[in-house]
């Protein structure tokens, strides 16, 4: 009889389980959808936190070479201008690694960026703003989801909480 017993207590915890598991299942798939969202929302900031910083490195870089273009070649500042930009071109490096494989220095000792089929580090920045742009619309679309399956939850909540509320008045009246 124990055994029984056991397999009975056993099989109403089990049942009593899968019944919180269905009243809960709005509410679960809520907050899943928003820890995604979340996580979504964070992967995008730092996207775009790369995108931004690798455009600001760009743009300086860029005015040093620009810079450079108006200096005199025997000068000291055209020297300082150079190791300068040299230093930003090899933070750029650090900071996106991908960056190493267009990397060449050209006969002033200037490092440079070109790609093999005549990419060049502009269409690098552009693909870091491109993918920092898709991983927000990724966000937006799992907040929105998210905000979704908040709404479904509180509505089978309310209407949860009215039938339980209809059912002790007319219990109070009968």
Known sequence: MGVGVAAGVAAAGIAIYALIKL?????????????????????????RKQYEELSASFEKYDSLIEKMKTLNTTTEEYADT???????????????????????????GLITFEGEN????????????????????????????????QLKADRTKTTRDISFKATDLYHEQG
Request: aromatic share 4%.
């Open 23 to 47: 009243w809960n299942k709005d509410a679960d798939a809520a907050k899943d959808a928003a820890r995604q969202a979340e996580n979504a929302t964070n992967i995008a900031a730092d996207l």
């Open 82 to 108: 150079l190791r300068e930009a040299n230093k930003e071109a090899a933070n750029l490096i650090k900071n996106s690694p991908e960056l190493a494989k267009y990397y060449t220095r050209d006969s002033s």
């Open 118 to 149: 005549g990419e060049n580090i502009e269409d690098i920045v552009e693909a870091a703003k491109n993918k920092a742009d898709q991983a927000e619309m990724a966000a937006n679309v799992a907040q929105v989801r998210a905000n979704r399956l």
